[in-house]
């Protein structure tokens, strides 16, 4: 029985060997900028042209993350589903596990929740309806948050709050991105939030809270301030 049991673990030890001889190590790194900037604490103050605009609550999806190779996915990983939150740094730093020597040009993924996972009923983990990113209801997920004031809102007391989500036609809002990429080890991708507030009328867009054009229309803009770095 003992040299049964010594057989199954030298199996298991050479199996694992040999699978961490076949694979090496990715990291995917998000980062927040305004303009040259990076944004690394809550309640931060950035100002753009006249305009003072603080950030004190940024979240969003990452999902379906895949790397690819003149034009073919060549590795994807399983239920890929990332919450990243201002409030939790090492959010932003997403580790994976993908073959030695593995040929890629691209890496793609999407902001925010596909439509058959928003229609699967509540999950956990970073799907879970508790990390705020949730419209119980709409039943569907938000796929981009971000809150704070700004010098030039509408509203009495400056604020603006940009929950930007939802997945049925015509107004679905979820964002395929592609970035080129030559990066092995380590891909670094910046996110200019700069961009964003540059490119929106905050008079009119100060509040944005449920699916719908505006919705659509501010997803596309955010999935431009995207970028390897």
């Known amino acids: 029985m003992r040299t049964l049991i010594h057989i199954i673990l030298l199996v298991v030890c ?13 990291e995917i790194n998000f980062e927040l900028f305004f ?14 042209e006249n305009d003072i605009i603080e950030i004190s609550n940024l979240k969003y999806y990452i999902s379906g993350i895949s790397l690819i ?22 959010s932003f730093k997403l580790y994976f596990s993908i073959p030695k020597e593995l ?29 705020g990113m949730y419209w119980s ?21 400056l604020s603006y709050k940009l929950h ?10 979820i964002q395929h991105i592609n970035i080129p990429t030559n990066t092995r080890k380590r891909i670094n991708i ?16 100060y509040r944005v809270m449920s699916p719908g054009e505006g919705a659509q229309r501010l997803s596309a803009i955010v999935a431009s301030c995207f970028y390897e770095n």
């Not at 303009?35 to 753009?48: F, L, P, R």
């Not at 699967?120 to 879970?128: I, K």
């Not at 930007?164 to 809002?173: D, F, I, R, T």
């Open 190 to 205: 910046a996110v200019q939030i700069a961009k964003l507030f540059s490119k929106i009328a905050i008079t009119k867009d």
């Open 164 to 173: 930007l989500g939802g997945y049925m036609a015509p107004y679905a809002s």
């Open 69 to 90: 190779n003149d034009s073919i996915i060549v590795w994807k990983e399983s239920n890929s589903f990332h919450l990243l939150d201002i409030k939790n740094p090492n």
């Open 35 to 48: 303009n040259s900037q990076k944004i690394g604490e809550i309640k931060n103050s950035y100002s753009i």
């Open 103 to 131: 040929q890629y040009d691209a890496l793609h993924f999407q902001l925010g929740i596909d439509s058959l996972t928003n229609v699967s009923g509540v999950m956990g983990g970073d799907l879970d309806p508790t990390n």
């Open 137 to 157: 209801w709409q039943s569907g997920y938000i796929n981009f948050k971000i809150e704070g004031t700004h010098s030039a809102s509408s509203e009495r007391n």
């Open 14 to 26: 050479v199996g694992a060997k040999a699978q961490q001889d076949s694979t090496e190590n990715l």
